[in-house]
């Protein structure tokens, strides 16, 4: 069984068994209050899966792109998690459940998409994936108005930690790795204006 965890946006959490199927999900799209529902829900997922702790053999789990203070909560959740029940951390790319859900839903469209999410400050974080392609890669800040449009545009204010999982699933079906274990951090703490966003390493 996995347990999928994002707050790169809300708190977003499910269980998702080795088969894909959708066990349980749970979602509270309040950006201020990731602390206070993360344990909750966790617990809830567990309970409505109808298993306990034991029965979790990975953590897959969100690292943004996304704000410090949203994403050190989920983080530091699913690291806890797998580190007292000793199965492995998978670290995802949070655009990635995104691009995974979409592609779903529009099983007829194969070409590149763009998977933006707000970052405040008046810009979009963007990750771009090629055609027929859901694995991400580096991820840009943008004005709205600066969004390419002759790619199709896929606007996310939330993230489904069911189809982070489903990702991670078809990564291993494919023989694609896990991305490094570093936060997508939206900017440093002393970032500049225009600066480019980083990779955090924890």
């Known amino acids: 069984m996995l347990l999928a965890i994002d707050t790169s946006a809300g708190t977003d959490v499910a269980v998702v068994s080795e088969g894909g199927r959708v066990l ?10 990731h602390a206070e529902v993360i344990g909750p829900s966790i617990s809830y997922v567990l309970r409505q899966a109808g298993i306990g702790p034991q029965h979790i053999t990975q953590v897959v789990c ?9 994403l050190r909560v989920g983080i530091a959740a699913a690291r806890t998690f797998a580190f007292a029940r000793d199965v492995p951390f998978i670290p ?3 655009h990635e459940a995104i691009a995974h859900e ?3 839903e529009h099983p007829d469209h194969e070409g590149a998409i763009n998977v933006t999410t707000d970052a405040r400050r008046r810009e979009l974080a963007l990750t771009h994936f090629a055609e027929t392609e859901t ?17 199709t545009h896929v606007a996310a204010d939330s993230v489904a930690a069911a189809h982070l999982a489903l990702a991670w699933l078809d990564r291993q079906a494919r023989g694609v ?8 951090y939206l900017r440093a703490p ?8 980083k990779r955090v390493t924890t």
């Open 24 to 33: 349980a999900q749970a979602r509270t799209t309040d950006t201020r209050r």
């Open 190 to 197: 002393d970032a500049k204006p225009g600066a480019v966003p």
């Open 135 to 151: 694995v991400a890669r580096e991820f840009e800040l943008v004005a709205p108005d600066a969004v390419p449009t002759e790619t």
């Open 177 to 184: 790795p896990a991305d490094p274990d570093e936060v997508l």
């Open 92 to 94: 995802m790319p949070s």
């Open 102 to 104: 979409w592609r779903q």
């Open 62 to 70: 969100g690292m943004g792109p996304g704000s410090f203070t949203g």
